[in-house]
């Protein structure tokens, strides 16, 4: 097939464009490299079937080729990311979104929207199943991301209903795994950055607020079943495996055998409190679940991370 990803620079899709490129697939990365960068996707770009376009997704699209399947992934990912970015995510989410969906439409291609967790907000029910609508406050500072999102997925939905277009939504759920970038505050990133070089290891609030990792192997797999399976629906992608921010940061001072102190800052405005993905939607008509034990998953991070600082 021939493959639209945009933000096809970023860490997901980098190893999204990875594992498509092994199956013999012809990429188009399209990427603004806001928050992406061409380093995470160089390797494949002397294929002849792997093409880099540099545009801003909130821009009409023009693709001379035919397209069979798109993926919009374009958007600032991270708090941090999309709050120093507020316009372009609201955009991205938003006007992007009706832009892809409209190629869709023209290319008579099948169209699959990254979507989060964070559209359940600060969720009253845990574990999240897909049929729960959420807990978010639509003009709190990521709302810009949240509702961008949210907006994203009525769109596709609509996109869908009105010109009978195979869509596809995935919430992601919290992703970790090489290529992250380093200094966008995402929690894993950022203990393991401060563990590497012995700093105090910042826990915002007591730490007793949840969230469940999924390595980025395991998270693009689920994509790709989604991808593959005949199912135009929304589904869960992420890990099970609920633990403690402080668990987190223990477990990074372990395994990176750091003399790192736990210290404790202010919660920042929206900071859900727990975070955990019923995947049981996707295990059944997926045949999907992850399997890399966090430990694992974690540790070739921590090379990773190592090798970048
Ligand atoms: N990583 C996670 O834990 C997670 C969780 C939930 C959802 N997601 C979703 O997955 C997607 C990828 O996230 P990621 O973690 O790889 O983040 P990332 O920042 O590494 O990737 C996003 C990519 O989109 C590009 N981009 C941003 N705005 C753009 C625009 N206007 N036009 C074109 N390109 C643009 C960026 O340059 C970047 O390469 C996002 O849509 C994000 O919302 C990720």
């Known amino acids: 097939m ?24 012809s990429l188009i990365l399209l990427d603004n490299l806001l928050t992406g960068n061409v380093k995470n996707i160089e390797h494949l770009l002397s294929n002849d079937n792997v093409d880099f ?22 958007s600032a990912a991270s708090p941090i990311a999309y709050q120093e970015n507020p316009v372009n995510t609201l955009k991205a989410g938003s006007i992007g979104t009706i832009n892809t969906l409209g190629l869709a439409k023209v290319k008579k291609a099948d169209y699959l929207l990254a979507s989060t967790s ?12 897909e049929d729960y609508w959420g807990n ?18 009525a769109a596709t939905a609509t996109y869908s209903r009105t ?21 966008d505050g995402r929690v894993v990133t950022n203990f393991i950055v401060q563990a590497l070089k012995n700093e105090d290891i ?19 797999n689920g994509i790709i079943a989604l991808m593959e ?5 929304v589904f869960n992608i992420g890990n099970p495996n609920e633990i403690t921010v402080n668990e987190l940061a223990s477990t990074i001072v372990d395994l990176t055998n750091s ?6 800052k202010d919660l920042p405005q929206d900071d859900p409190k727990q975070r955990r993905p019923d995947i049981t939607k996707a295990k059944k008509l997926l045949n999907w679940e992850p399997v890399v034990k966090l430990e694992d998953g974690l540790t070739q991070t921590i090379d990773w991370v190592n090798s970048q600082l």
């Open 2 to 25: 021939k493959i639209l990803i945009t933000g096809g620079a970023g860490f997901v899709c980098s190893h999204l464009a990875d594992k498509l490129y092994e199956k013999g697939h």
């Open 53 to 74: 376009m540099e545009h801003d997704v909130q821009n009409h699209i023009e693709i001379s080729d035919d397209v069979d399947f798109i993926f919009h992934f374009a």
């Open 118 to 129: 964070e559209i359940y907000g600060d969720p009253e029910v845990s574990p999240q199943s």
């Open 136 to 153: 978010v406050n639509p003009n709190g500072e990521r709302s810009m991301y949240d509702e961008a999102k949210r907006f994203a997925e």
């Open 163 to 183: 010109y009978d277009l195979n869509t596809k939504v995935v919430r992601i759920f919290n992703t970790y795994g090489p290529r992250m970038q380093l200094n």
């Open 202 to 220: 910042t826990i915002y609030g007591d730490g007793s607020q949840t969230r469940s990792f999924s390595f980025v192997d395991d998270t693009v």
């Open 229 to 233: 399976s005949n199912q135009n629906d």
């Open 259 to 264: 003399n790192s102190k736990l210290i404790n």
